[in-house]
Structures are given as C-alpha cells and as structure tokens.
C-alpha cells in the first residue's frame, strides 16, 4: 500500500473509530483493556504469486478494532500491506511479520507473529526425443520426457505440421523437421522448447575420384573417392557401389560393383582398379545406393598424364627451382625446353637429366641459386606420357633500411644505422661527409658491424651533416646510402597516462628522448594527493631511465624532471581514473541459445582483452563456459578458464544456460617493475534460462506520490506480450508497464517470442516500490587532530539503504544537495569522500539497473567530532582506613569502571581505577580511556634507630623504618630525605622523624649521641671542675 493510501486509510480509519467511539463511550468506560492473542497460519505458494496468510484474533475487547500490517522480513519497520480482514493473499513466498494492532477509546495494544511462505512450485523441464520404427521411415515419433514440474497440456505450435494441446506426451506421424513444443503446467505456465527431428536415413557426399601420386601400371590404376555423411548421422549399411568407365574412343561402358556390408560410422574410402587408355582423358563415375533405395552420385574426369608444380625458392643471394612430381609411373627424365643461356642444368642437379623416382627434385640450393629468367621443363615418364611447366624466376632486390638520430648529451654528433636484411655485410665505407668529420675518406666502418647481428651498422659520435656510406653484402650487391645526421632538438618527454585497476586514480609512465632521467619531483597536484607539494618521486625511476607511478588520485599535476644530460624539462599530466561500464556488451535472447557482443568504446585504456565465462555453483567459481575449466581470481584470464571475445566481433548462437559474466582486461602502470601489468573489470553478470523469468513486478510509487503504475520485469526472449487475463481482459502488447489499477488482485500473463508462457497472481496492494531508498543511520568519525573534516566510506551506507533490496539490480550514488539527487547530476566519488561542512547532509538516489523508470531518496549526516582531551594515565594516593575522590576532565559523559556515571567517584582501596570520557554527539560519542593508579599508603613503624658515636663530630644516625608507603627522613621535622642515614653528626639529643610522602602521618623517636670528655680541672675555678657523660641516661646499662 503506498503511503498515501496508507494515510487515506488512517484518516478514514480514524474518523470511523471516532464516531465509534462517541456512541460506545458510555459502555468503554466500564470495560477493561485485555492482552488479546494473535494467532497466524500461511498458505504456501504453489504457483507464482499465490500464496497466502490467514490471521485471527481473540480475547479482544469488546468495542475494539483490530487491524493489521503486513512486513517483509528482514524489514520490520516499512510495512508492505494493511488491512482490517483476516488475510493478506497474492504473496510470494519469503519471511513475513504480521503485526496486530487493537485500538480501543484511543489505547493500541500490538501483538506480533512471525511466518514463513515457502516455495512449494515445481519448476517444469522437459527434454524431446524422436524414434523410427526402421532405417527408412518417412515419418517418426516425437516424445515429451518431463523432468520436473506438473504437465498438464502438450502442443506443437511451429513446424512442418502442428498440433493443439492433448493430454498425451507423444506426437506420432511427424515428418523430418525443426518442431516448436510447448508444455503447460498446473498453474497455466508454458515452456516452449525447439526441436529438429532428422529421421535416420542416408545423406551422403562421395567425392571426386582421386588418382595416386605413383602408378603401378601403365595400363590400370587404383582411383580412390572419400564418402562422408552430410547430416551429421551414422551411414546406414549396406550400401551397393557401382563404378562406371566411359572410354574415350566411345565403345561400350564399362563398370565394376562392390558391396559394402558395414564400415565407420561418418566416413570410409572406395578404392577401385580402372584401365587406362594411353595418354587419353576420359570419365568415370561412381553410384551408391542404399537399402532405402537412395543414389548418391559423382562423376570425375581421368586425365592419365604426370602433373608437375614448380617453385622458386629464396637462397641466401638468390633463387633455386623446385619440382613437385605426381601421376607418373617410374622411373622419368627432365629435359629444360628453354631456359637462361648461363644455366647448366648438371651444375644445379648431378643427376640431370635422370631417370629419376623421388616426387621432389631440386635444381640449386641455399648457396647455389639458379640463374634469372624464364624455364620450361618437360617430363616424360616409363609410360612415355609426358607434361610441360613453365616458371620465371626473379630476384627481387633488397631495400637497405636506415635511421639517424640526435638525442645524446654531446649535441654535436649523431648516430646513424644501416641494415641490409637477410644479408651479412663484409665491407662498409663513409665516401663523403661534412667538413667536421676528422677522417680521411673513404673511412673504413665495417667494426661497427653488430656482432650476432651482422645484417646491421651502428656507427656514433658522427658530427652533424650529410653522408654517403658504401656497403658491400655477402651476396657482392653494392649500396650507396645518402643518410644525414640531424642537429640536435630537445625534444619533448613521453608522458602516458592510463586508468588504475580502481575507480579512483590513475597511473604514468615518462619517458625522455634526449636521455634516461634522473630526477622527477611532482610540484603541484589535486588536493586527495597524500603528501605536501613538492614531492620527490625519483626512487620510481626504474634502470632503463623510465618513470613509474601509479595509485595517483586523478587529477591535473605539474612535474619538473632532469635528465641524465642536466636537460630540465617542466611539463603538465592530466591523471584520469577508470570509469567503469557495466553494460559495454549487447546481449540477444533466441529461442534455445543466445549471442553476445562486446561493445566497448572506452579510448582510456590500452591492451584491452575480454574474456567470456560461466559459473559453476558446486565450486563457487568462475571458469569456461564449454570446458568448465576453473579460474582463480585475480589472475589473467586465458583461453583454457575462458572464452576470448573481441570488441565488435558477436558470438553467435550459444546453446548454454546459467550465469555469465565478461571480463575486461586492460594495461595500467600498477606495477612499476611489471609495465605490462593488466588490471581486471567485471561487467554486468547475466543469466540464460531455457524458461521465461518474472524477476520482478513493481509499482513505480517511488517517492510516495500515489501513483497506480506497476512494472513487470521479465527475462526471456524479446518481444513480449503482457497481459490480464483476470479479473479483466486486457492486452497490454508489449508494454510492461501497467497504468492506472485500481487496488485489488489480478492474474497476468507474460509470453515471449519462443512461446512460454509465465502467470503471477498479485495483489497491487502488497507491491513494493521499483527502487526504495531507507533511512540510514548517520556516519560519524571522531579526529585524533580536531580537524572538523575527514574522509568518509559513502559505500557503507549501502545495506542499510538497500535494506532488503539485491544489491545487484540497483545503483546507489550520493549527491551534495537534493537537487542534484532528484536530477542524477554531479554525483561524488563514494568511497573517498571529504566532508565539507560539519555536519552535512548527503543525498543518496537508488535506481534500478535496467528498468530506469523511477527512483527513490534518503538523505544522512555526516559527521566529525573530537575526542575528550585527557591524560591517559594518573597515579593517585590515598591513605589506609581513609577515603580518596578521583575527578575526571569536566564537560563529557562518564562511564567508570566501577559502574558509576559521574564526573567524580569516591574510593576506599587502593588499585587500578579506569573511566570512559565520552565526548557526545547525540547517537555517536568520541570515547577516550583515562586510567587511574591509587596507591594506598600509612605512616611508618619505626623498627630501630642505630647510633654510631663516641667521636667529636663524626658520628651517625641509621633508621630502620617498615610500612606500605614511600618515606622520607628528618632531624628536624623540616628538612627532609630520602636516605635513612645521617652523617657527621655531633653528640647530642636527636628527634628522628619518619614522613609518608603521601601525607599519611609522621612518626618520631628521641636518640642521643654520647661522647666523654678528653680530660678535667677539679681546680674550683668552675670550668671542668667535673667529668660526666652528657644523655648518658639513654645508655642506662653504661659503666664507666
């Protein structure tokens, strides 16, 4: 149902249901909403479109209206058909989602249930075969083998005679001919099958007789005539053979006869002894007659006499004669009638003038030609039956070939080449040349003659001007060459461009005349270039000094290149990319085969091959249509996995069915150490039945206008004829595009050229758009820079565009604005897109690849957001029994390992601690990972405090302290350290203080150090009247 429909029926639906309600409202008030059940059955489909599926509900409320929408699956969101009644029919056959909707005082309770629609159709197939009661029936019997499906009728409509539909599978009293036989099955389809009945009897081609190359005799020979059979059957013996002998001088015929009771099937050789009268040329002819009483005939005329051919054949500095010798008996003699003055026949051949018995004679050889002019030989053999020839033999002269160039560094001389083909040459000589050549003339060159190739003469460094050079050749043919050695032009570089095996970039080759190159940098180019400008691409330059480069973003760039002469040379390359054309062939459908035509009139590519196959299910692969040789892919086709085509050349009647493709091969520069390197396209595949095929029926609503259009899609041989054949009458001829239907169920008829006929039952309610194009999802990258655009994949929106569309009958391209959608124009490249906004829409247009009669959009974001700027890692510290906050960066959403949600959480353990910092776009987030580290600590226990004293100032303290956290150490709760150990120390009270560095607490004890005094005055004057141990209390078990 189109969505204006849909909405129609909503409306009306609603208004209704309104009104319902208004009269109910008093009863509704009081009732209560139940679960009702659903429950679904189907019908499965027998026959092309009839298929059904049954619904029912209970447990409803009462008042309430039910109805129902009906899904495709896997789409469980766009509805294919809605109705109130308790079925949906006219489906063919697939996975289905029935949604029940109650409605109810404006409350919808939905149930659900899934179903499935099989395919229970059989295919029909039927093979033909004939039969004869024997060899020499006129008529024969024709039988309709059925290999599947559900026959019902039989009929010839086309042939010698025709015959209309009987239940009966077999035709009698057919005479030989080609038959047209249509079958109908259960469901009124016809296939229609062509058929040539040859009844097996004799058709036979004898030949001329053919006499021997050597008689026997002088008075007899054997003749011999081939017999072949002409239609393709096995001979049919026995068959009589009568030889027949007019004599030249008129009396009586005579005539051998021979009976031959079997040989090979297709052919055999009569062999028969005849006389021969003298030197006289006379007829004979040979008459077979099989049992069916059928004559094949050939009459020849004998000519007795010897047959001699003559030929030239090319020596190293000329000609020799060769004879070819047949219809002699040996042994015969030559005899020369004329021939040059200057020619001895013994000289050529030792054994002149015979007798000789070989067939093939020579006169001279490679290293002996024969003189020029005319010969005329006779031959005469033991019969004394004779034969004259005549030939004239002509030494054509040889054009000496030559070429001089200027593209070295020195710009001052040259190089010039000679070659006198099939020649070698002895002598070579420059007798004139300019002023600035240093050597006396003539100027002896012969060692430049190139060694293995001693036809040739490559002399260089030659000062610019005009030449003459002598050359001798070992035939002793003299040659003055006037060849003259260019000033010097710097010539422009050979830049070619061609096409990559992607759709996106392209390559290059370049190649300079006036010396290998050295350097190439690109100093400008399209912005999809992946690196800053200039770039040096010297390294591509392979030994021969030519350059490589290839998966170069199509576009115009400008290189600077030097060449092994310091020549500098800018020039300007345009790259194109490939555009492929999927439908460069032209297809024709016959009856029982088909042709196939490459029309490919691409002018970017070079070296293009096309390459024919077939697909094999059982191996999934591709591979030779005849043969079933496999392929593997990737490679180059060839001629043992593949059919070769070639442009404009068609293939003519192909009895094949099943899937097919063509693959185009063409050159690139893809591989810089490979120039021939060859990339692979695959055109449109298609698929050959022996049936007509309704791939597809349609309505063309395709952007939800209301239209009442629907389209049939058929495949088979053209023209057909569409039809209604219920619940009107309507002859559509061969357009398939009906106008106009109002909703409802109709039967239609599609015949093609051959006769098969295929009906579909459909329902105009349950048709789905030719082309539907679904919402996708938005895409949505996150930039590691913050940069606000990056390159998007447009191709991966394709299956949610597509949803359950095959992606092999449509074309999906995106646009920048909708105009430019609805008009088809200026689409982007798919896979390598810049956004150039952020966001910004992107405008997707489906089409159907064949039938271009409507199309549907949809439309997407395109999106660039950041990720959270955070640390990855922090270390964090907490005390033993007391709690920590860790906080994460402000301004995002939070998702902790812990499962909280909040920007801060509080702990109590120490441990590893992560949280997800989500930068959000709505449906999308840039996720970024922070971890924590939280260290758990306390203040320290203090093990012991070891003193080392009884000095003056050179005493120490070592604290030994134990506990979970770092420590620092003190003397004076102010400056601390991370030794435990203090030094050069003097004696006294010491408070010793242990720091956590964490701030979990500090502890202390009180130590002396203890030194006695050297000496004292007991003298009264009050200094060192007395002698103690100052803090000797620390040390209660001291003896002094």
Request: contains cysteine; hydrophobic residues 35%.
């Amino acid at each position: 149902m189109s969505g204006l429909k849909r909405s129609l029926f909503h409306n009306l639906f609603g208004l209704n249901l309104l009104l319902a309600l208004c009269f109910l409202q008093p009863y509704i008030s009081k009732a209560s909403v139940f679960d009702f059940n659903l429950t679904v059955t189907s019908s499965d489909e027998t026959c092309l479109g009839n298929g059904a599926i049954q619904m029912s509900v209970s447990n409803t409320t009462p008042g309430s209206t039910i109805f129902y929408d009906l899904y495709l699956l896997p789409d469980s969101t766009n509805s294919i058909a809605q109705t109130t009644s308790n079925e949906f029919s006219s489906l063919q056959a697939g996975n289905y989602r029935v949604m029940a909707t109650e409605v109810i005082n404006g409350n919808e309770t939905t149930q659900f249930q899934d179903v499935t629609i099989e395919n229970l159709s059989e295919q029909l197939d039927y093979t033909i075969s004939h039969s004869t009661v024997s060899d020499c029936d006129s008529t024969g019997v024709l039988t309709v083998n059925i290999s599947s499906g559900n026959p019902v009728t039989y009929e010839i409509v086309s042939g010698p005679v025709t015959a209309g539909p009987q239940a009966n599978n077999v035709f009698t009293n057919l005479p030989s001919g080609t038959y047209v036989i249509r079958v109908y099955d259960n469901c009124n389809d016809a296939v229609t099958k062509t058929y040539t009945m040859v009844l097996e009897t004799n058709n036979l081609g004898v030949s001329e007789s053919a006499l021997p190359n050597i008689y026997d005799s002088c008075d007899s020979v054997t003749i011999s005539n081939s017999v072949t059979t002409n239609n393709g059957n096995d001979i049919i013996y026995p068959l009589d053979v009568t030889y027949t002998i007019f004599p030249p001088d008129g009396s009586p015929d005579i005539t051998f006869n021979q009976a031959i009771s079997s040989d090979a099937p297709l052919s055999f050789v009569l062999n028969q002894t005849i006389p021969l009268f003298g030197n006289d040329i006379f007829n004979v002819s040979v008459s077979i007659m099989d049992q069916c009483g059928n004559v094949f005939e050939s009459e020849t005329e004998i000519d007795p006499n010897p047959k001699v051919v003559l030929n030239d054949v090319d020596g190293l500095c000329g000609k020799y004669l060769q004879a070819i010798f047949s219809g002699y008996f040996p042994p015969y003699t030559i005899n020369f009638i004329d021939a040059p003055t200057d020619f001895i026949p013994a000289d050529y051949n030792a054994d002149y003038p015979g007798p000789f018995s070989e067939s093939l004679n020579y006169f001279g050889d490679d290293e002996n030609p024969v003189p020029e002019g005319l010969y005329m030989i006779e031959i005469v053999d033991s019969c004394g039956r004779t034969v004259t020839k005549s030939i004239e033999i002509v030494n054509e002269p040889v054009e000496p070939v030559f070429t001089s160039i200027n593209t070295g560094c020195d710009t001052t001389v040259g190089q010039i080449t000679i070659s006198i083909p099939d020649r070698t040459i002895v002598l070579a000589q420059i007798t004139a040349a300019p002023v600035t050549f240093q050597e006396t003339l003539p100027f002896d060159i012969t060692d430049f003659v190139i060694e293995n190739n001693e036809d040739t003469l490559s002399v260089t460094n030659l000062p610019v001007g005009d030449y003459i050079v002598y050359i001798l050749d070992d035939c002793g043919y003299e040659y003055d060459i006037e060849i003259s050695v260019p000033e010097f032009i710097l010539q422009d570089l050979f830049p070619i461009s061609r096409p990559d095996c992607n759709a996106e970039t392209g390559s290059l080759s370049l190649f300079s005349p006036n010396g290998k190159l050295e350097t190439v940098v690109i100093t400008s180019g399209p912005s999809s270039y992946s690196e800053s400008f200039p770039v040096d691409v010297s390294n591509s330059i392979n030994s021969n000094g030519g350059l490589y480069l290839f998966e170069l973003p199509e576009g115009n760039y400008a290189l600077s290149t030097t060449d092994i002469c310091g020549n500098q040379i800018s020039l300007d390359v345009l790259i194109s990319a490939y555009q492929p054309t999927p439908f460069a062939y032209n297809l024709t459908r016959n009856c029982g085969s088909f042709n196939i035509e490459v029309f490919d009139n691409d002018p970017t590519v070079t070296g293009q091959t096309y390459w024919f196959q077939k697909y094999y299910p059982s191996s999934n692969s591709w591979g030779h249509p005849n043969t079933g040789v496999l392929y593997t892919e990737g490679n180059l086709p060839n001629t043992n996995n593949a059919i070769q085509l070639f442009n404009e050349t068609p293939i003519l009647n192909i009895f094949l069915t099943g899937d097919f493709r063509i693959i185009k091969a063409f050159q690139s520069f893809n591989d810089s150490s490979n120039p021939n390197s060859y990339c692979l396209d695959s055109f449109e595949p298609f698929t050959i039945s022996e049936n007509l095929i309704i791939s597809g029926i349609y309505n063309l609503d395709c952007e939800n206008t209301g239209i009442n259009d629907i389209v049939i899609d058929a495949v088979g041989v053209q023209p057909f004829n569409f039809s209604i054949v219920s619940p009107i009458s309507l002859d559509n001829g061969d357009n398939n595009i009906f106008s106009d239907l109002a909703d409802g169920i109709y039967e239609i008829k599609v015949e093609d050229a051959c006769g098969n006929i295929e009906n579909i039952t459909l329902n105009t309610e349950n048709l789905l758009p030719l082309a539907r194009a679904y919402q996708p999802e938005d895409l949505f990258v996150c930039s590691e820079n913050g940069s606000s655009s990056s390159v998007f994949d447009l191709s991966s929106q394709n299956t949610q565009i597509l949803g359950s569309q095959n992606p092999d009958n449509y074309l999906i391209t995106f646009y920048t604005s909708q105009v430019n959608a609805n008009a088809g124009i200026n689409s982007v490249n798919p896979t390598v897109y810049t956004n150039t906004s952020n966001p910004q829409t992107i405008y997707a247009r489906i089409d159907h690849k064949t039938i271009a009669l409507c199309y549907s959009t949809t439309s997407f974001l395109l999106r660039v957001g950041t990720y959270p700027d955070v640390s990855d890692s922090i270390e964090a510290f907490m005390c033993e029994g007391e709690t920590a906050t860790l906080t994460a960066p402000s301004g995002y959403l939070y998702e902790w390992s812990t499962g909280e949600t909040t920007q801060s959480i509080a702990i109590d353990t120490g441990g590893s601690y992560s949280v997800t910092i989500k930068n959000s776009y709505g449906n999308f987030n840039c996720d970024a990972v922070q971890t924590f580290t939280v260290t758990s600590s306390s203040s320290a226990t203090i093990n012991d405090v070891a003193v080392t004293d009884w000095t003056s100032n050179d005493n120490s303290i070592t604290v030994s302290a134990s506990g979970p956290g770092n420590y620092v150490y003190s003397l004076d709760g102010v400056h601390y350290q991370e030794e435990p150990v203090f030094t050069n120390l003097t004696p006294g009270e010491y408070t010793v203080y242990v720091m956590d560095v964490y701030g979990c607490g500090i502890v202390t004890e009180t130590v002396a150090i203890l030194n006695y005094p050297k000496f004292f005055t007991p003298n009264g004057d009050n200094f060192n009247d007395t002698w103690h141990i100052n803090n000797a209390g620390y040390e209660p078990e001291l003896e002094v």
